[in-house]
């Protein structure tokens, strides 16, 4: 366990990737990745029990068709790789919360420009829906597949599609691989639209956003600054420069919340806002904790307000900064949370994980500091002054360990939860 400490938490607040190694980058980067899918297993089960299965289908469609094409061009220009090829879909998809490295384990062939294939060796989200029977998996791998892999692969060539060669269910039913697709660019086929989904995402603060911006305190020479070249079908994160995977880390987060806005749209058009409220504060707690315990591992933090402080300062609902004032700082025995002035606490509709925090529900993080310290306990407190809101976070030695929230339980069904990664990174 990695001994931390709470003399400047507040510097690390506002440098959230100050100091660390191109090693411990690169490891951030894929557990984002990986936490920004285990989003979908955070919320999915809400929509299933309001909507059932169709309802949440319908909803899953909007979400990705929503948020994908939005982030798929940030993240094409962050590492200046735009262009109509089929490898352009493919270095998108390897940097997509959507295809989280090793947990999608998606092996790429491209051919040419206009062609290339792939196959999943593991789906993550196959293991997770099988148990749940063959209706669900016809959901995910065709219902749901089809209109947003092409809504991904259109933001790269509107002309592109993505077709099945085989997918599940799987017959048998060990088939391996899970999966294969193709890829394909038509130059005679119909140009595919920008989703209406997708406009209306792009119509909020988050996704106004500038591109994040690569820190300079931080080394941009020891890897690369682009993804320019051929794609690289065994990916590695540490060929990427520190300063490049700092800016990475913030453009995942920055998915999250695309993702997160994408998802609540269409229950807002279902329910009304206020139960989109309701949905997203069980959403948003469920992916905090589950976040914030894998974080607390990955960093070695340990069950104290310092471990807490450093889970919280690269925590996805708190980033990225421009976007999310996350302020930390200590006195005495208190560790003190604040959210400042920001575009997140702007959203027009209250739609943003942060504006639910303040406003409504606050469980979210509760359960990112119970996850690291289960004898943690939180208070809204008076804001500190520049803030909007801050929260007080407290050790009681004698208090029993905090029960698990139901939300966070819920989301740990997903076998993302314990995921060990295995390759090098």
Known sequence: MTQHSLAGVS??????????????????????????????RSGMPHLIERYGRDGMAEIAIAEWMGASPNYSRRMQALLDFESPSVA??????????????????????????????????HCGALMDVEPMGEDYVHTMC?????????????????????????RPPRIPADRQ??????ITVDPGADPLPFPADAERVADSEVARLPLAVRPTD????????????????????????????????EELALQCHLL????????????????????????????????????????????????????????????????????????????????????ALGEADGLSWPQIMVEHDDRALS????????????????????????WAVTLDPDAEPAPQFDEVTLAEFSTGAAFAFQRPI
């Open 142 to 166: 065709h219902t749901i597949e089809d209109p947003t892999f092409d809504a991904t692969a259109a933001a790269t060539n509107p002309r592109a599609r993505i077709r099945p060669i085989h």
């Open 218 to 249: 931080l080394p941009d020479t020891d890897g690369a600054n682009d993804y320019r070249g051929p794609m690289d079908p065994d990916l590695r994160l540490s060929r990427f420069s520190s300063a490049t995977l700092a800016a990475i880390a």
């Open 11 to 40: 510097r690390r607040a506002a440098e959230p990737f100050a100091g660390r190694s191109h090693q411990d980058l690169a490891l951030l980067v894929r557990e984002l990745l990986l936490c920004g899918h285990m989003i979908d």
């Open 367 to 390: 359960a990112s500091v119970q996850a690291v310290a289960p004898l943690a306990r939180l208070q809204r407190v008076s804001a500190l002054p520049g803030t909007v809101a801050t």
């Open 177 to 182: 691989p899970h999966c294969a697709w193709t």
């Open 88 to 121: 352009t879909i493919c270095k998108n998809i390897q940097l997509d919360i959507g295809g989280p490295l090793e947990f999608l384990d998606f092996r790429f062939t491209v051919h040419d420009d206009d062609h290339a294939e792939f196959h999943l060796d």
């Open 260 to 343: 997160s806005r994408a998802f609540l749209l269409p229950v807002t058009d279902r329910s009304g806002g206020a139960e989109a409220v309701v949905v997203g504060g069980k959403q948003v707690c469920g992916v905090a904790g589950l976040a914030a315990k894998r974080l607390a591992a990955l960093l070695g933090a340990g069950p104290d307000l310092a471990g807490v402080a450093e889970v919280l300062a690269v925590h996805p609902v708190f980033l990225p900064r421009p976007y999310v004032d996350l302020r930390l700082s200590h006195a005495d025995t208190e560790l003190l949370v604040s959210l400042g002035p920001c575009p």
